[in-house]
């Protein structure tokens, strides 16, 4: 399935490199991006499982959640990634230029991601516990088994909308940073575009720091407790948050975004073992995969929108304060009854299990 998501996530970006305009195929080619930015929204979801279950099973004991984090360093540095190919293109070429072709160049490393499918699919082998799930799987009869999907969506829907209202906050959160804050201080406060984006890159250096450190201490002192730090924090931090950049000050931007960014840290570190550690290995991937979509359907998605109403119809950024701390709210709510629904880590796989993983991987 991770080879499979990467393959669209390649084609799809490649093929919106390739696009051709709407002079060229008329109104075909807004529908052909529309469908291919939906694809990449597909591959999105099955990437994350399979990259988050392949890091947290294949950890170490005490070290899952650290693991686990490098699949979510992927936001940070996809960020940074897009923020200098972004100031580049517009530092090397002429408006005209970047109309006409320039804007293509980044979607054609999607090149580099059917590369990379490739290399996983060829060198990279099914985790110790899938093996032991599958294997155990095997023993029943085939009329005992059900597909994953089933079987969350009858016995552990509940858990999967508790793990999606934990993390839209810091979804939502993180949309309003990236696009809502970019438009709102260019827009509305006269800020210039480019000193915007040169925060928003600096901020998210930050974060290849914080992260990894966030969830190396839930490896500590437990994911529930680190997690909720986190969501409370960007509740506390809503109000100032927006009272800081309203001053239209390049530098209380800074400190306002540096420091939302912080708390956002806080929640991404843990996440990734938080939601393996609600599932068995037999629906992990499923289970993990939903709440995870769930939360960037109603938080990530519709933050830019929703931030956009908000001040037309209110006037004032307070508002879109309101609805980060409303969803901070359900975020604490969720991560309180979830507390008593995470597994801990499984044991070691069957020291046959992991000798067939690492003799495969070997050969």
């Not at 999105?44 to 099973?57: D, K, P, Y």
């Not at 609600?278 to 960037?296: D, H, K, N, V």
């Not at 070691?348 to 991987?361: F, G, K, L, V, Y």
Request: charged share 15%; with cysteine.
């Amino acid at each position: 399935m991770l080879v499979l998501a990467l393959t669209l996530m390649g084609v799809a970006t490649t093929g919106i490199g390739l696009l051709p305009t709407y002079d060229t195929i008329g109104v075909a080619a807004p529908i052909l991006l529309v469908l291919l930015r939906v694809a990449q929204g597909v591959a999105v979801g099955a990437q994350w499982g399979g990259a988050m279950l392949l890091a947290t099973e294949y950890a170490p004991e005490g070290k899952r959640g650290v693991y686990g984090s490098v699949v979510q360093l992927g936001v940070p540095i996809g960020v940074v990634t897009a923020n200098t190919v972004f100031l580049l293109a517009g530092a090397l070429t002429t408006d005209s230029a970047f109309a006409a072709w320039g804007w293509r160049v980044p979607f054609l490393v999607g090149l580099l991601v059917l590369g990379l499918a490739w290399y996983i699919h060829t060198r990279v082998e099914e985790t110790p516990a899938f093996r032991e799930a599958e294997r155990a799987l095997a023993e029943k009869e085939k009329t005992e088994q059900s597909s994953p999907l089933r079987t969350i969506l009858r016995g552990h829907l509940g858990t999967v909308l508790l793990a999606g209202g934990s993390f839209a906050v810091n979804t939502a959160t993180f949309y309003i940073l990236i696009t809502g804050v970019l438009d709102y201080t260019t827009r509305e406060l006269d800020m210039k575009k480019g000193p915007v984006l040169m925060v928003s890159l600096c901020v998210s250096l930050t974060q290849l720091v914080l992260i990894p450190a966030a969830a190396a201490l839930s490896d500590r002192i437990g994911r529930i407790r680190i997690y909720a730090l986190g969501a409370a924090g960007i509740a506390l931090w809503a109000v100032p948050l927006f009272l800081l950049i309203d001053t239209g000050s390049l530098l209380w931007l800074a400190v306002g975004t540096f420091v939302a960014s912080c708390f956002l840290s806080i929640m991404y570190g843990p996440q990734a073992a938080l939601f393996a550690e609600l599932f068995t290995p037999e629906m992990r991937y499923t289970g993990a995969s939903l709440g995870y979509q769930i939360a960037a359907v109603a938080g990530g998605g519709l933050a830019p929108f929703v931030m956009v109403l908000l001040l037309e119809a209110t006037g004032t950024s307070m508002a879109v304060s309101g609805y980060i701390i409303a969803l901070s709210v359900i975020a604490l709510i969720s991560i309180k009854v979830l507390a008593g629904r995470a597994r801990p880590a499984e044991p070691e796989a069957a020291p046959e299990a992991r000798a067939e993983a690492e003799a495969e991987s070997a050969s």
